[in-house]
């Protein structure tokens, strides 16, 4: 079981920078694949990244490469998402998600646990 908690989002204009951090409880954080994933209102969850659980691999979404990183510190179960170069169109809620096995997945439904969002609004 592990518990995750979002922080860092908020409001920010267009072409600014924002750091998500997610807090894992559970002693096994180091055995998860972590994700973020994003939802817009009335939309289906969308994959954002994903990193491996010992941080050596990471997948992005396409349209998200060179602009976002994410990254993860498994001595603090800390996983964090870097957004850089920030457009109106990433204003979303974003959700942390760990995945109880190893191997990368874009498919919201393969990840257990979820955390409970954090908002990111990019004015332009």
């Known amino acids: 079981q592990v518990q995750l908690v979002e922080s860092g989002g908020g409001l920010v204009q267009a072409g600014g920078s924002l750091r998500l951090s997610c807090a894992a409880s559970?002693?096994?954080?180091?055995?998860?694949?972590m994700a973020w994933f994003r939802q817009v209102p009335g939309t289906e969850r969308e994959f954002v990244a994903t990193?491996?659980?010992?941080?050596?691999?990471?997948y992005y979404a396409d349209s998200l490469k060179g602009r976002f990183t994410i990254s993860r510190d498994n001595a603090k179960n800390t996983v964090s998402l870097q957004m850089n170069s920030l457009k109106p169109e990433d204003t979303a809620a974003y959700y942390c998600?760990?995945?109880?096995?190893?191997?990368?997945?874009?498919?919201?439904?393969?990840?257990?646990?979820w955390g409970q969002g954090t908002q990111v609004t990019v004015s332009s």
């Open positions: 559970g002693r096994t954080f180091s055995t998860y694949t």
């Open positions: 990193i491996d659980w010992i941080g050596h691999n990471t």
């Open positions: 998600a760990a995945r109880a096995m190893r191997g990368y997945s874009n498919y919201a439904p393969d990840y257990n646990y």
